[in-house]
T-cell receptor
Framework: EAGVTQSPTHLIKTRGQQATLRCSPISGHTSVYWYQQALGLGLQFLLWYDEGEERNRGNFPPRFSGRQFPNYSSELNVNALELEDSALYLC??????????????FGPGTRLTVL | KNQVEQSPQSLIILEGKNCTLQCNYTVSPFSNLRWYKQDTGRGPVSLTIMTFSENTKSNGRYTATLDADTKQSSLHITASQLSDSASYICVVSSTGTYKYIFGTGTRLKVLA
């Protein structure tokens, strides 16, 4: 069974540009989570989608947005890129949209570099 | 403020030795606590998940404990192996907010 996949692996942009990151969850998983992991820092929760709806978002400005498609894959869009947006962006999926004991399975991440 | 703090920040041990990683949190109301292992350049992998009523859970050589009263958790690694070299991340989620608060992790290096 394929795990969570993310594309691209690496992305280089300049300040002010827009970046689009993609995530395909494990087959059958309806929930997709996005996280930012800046160098030397812990993971920061960005967004949670389930059944095509945004369920919650972390403390990030509105220029971080996304969507979930009918096939449960997801996009993360970052507008007006800033240098501090450089980070590893991780996507995770889970089977149950619950704060309970659902296990999140992470993808390998997209390394975004803003120059 | 909801926070998760981990200690030590980094740890070096010899292969075959045991070690214990600590996680203290101030997240409230508490829902569950997870430990993840993150190899360099890869996404985190879940090791254990514990709810309020669970105070210990094992996954092979990994044993996690939870004291919900003192808001502390530990991850004990027995008979360490070179492949245990990774970052170990403690994550606490809060009931009703559907948010996950991550610690900054403990970087473990196991030497031969």
């Amino acid at each position: 069974e394929a795990g969570v996949t993310q594309s691209p692996t690496h992305l280089i942009k300049t300040r002010g540009q827009q970046a689009t990151l993609r995530c395909s969850p494990i087959s059958g998983h309806t929930s997709v989570y996005w996280y930012q992991q800046a160098l030397g820092l812990g993971l920061q929760f960005l967004l949670w989608y389930d059944e095509g709806e945004e369920r919650n978002r972390g403390n990030f400005p509105p220029r971080f947005s996304g969507r979930q498609f009918p096939n449960y894959s997801s996009e993360l869009n970052v507008n007006a890129l800033e240098l501090e947006d450089s980070a590893l962006y991780l996507c995770a999926s889970s089977l149950i949209a619950s704060i309970g004991t659902d296990t999140q399975y992470f993808g390998p991440g997209t390394r975004l570099t803003v120059l | 403020k909801n926070q998760v703090e981990q200690s030590p920040q980094s740890l070096i041990i010899l292969e075959g030795k045991n070690c214990t990683l600590q996680c203290n949190y101030t997240v409230s109301p508490f829902s569950n606590l997870r430990w993840y292992k993150q190899d360099t350049g890869r996404g985190p992998v879940s090791l254990t998940i514990m709810t309020f009523s669970e105070n210990t859970k094992s996954n092979g050589r990994y044993t996690a404990t939870l004291d919900a009263d003192t808001k502390q958790s530990s991850l004990h690694i027995t008979a360490s192996q070179l492949s245990d070299s990774a970052s170990y991340i403690c994550v606490v989620s809060s009931t009703g907010t559907y948010k996950y608060i991550f610690g900054t992790g403990t970087r473990l290096k196991v030497l031969a």
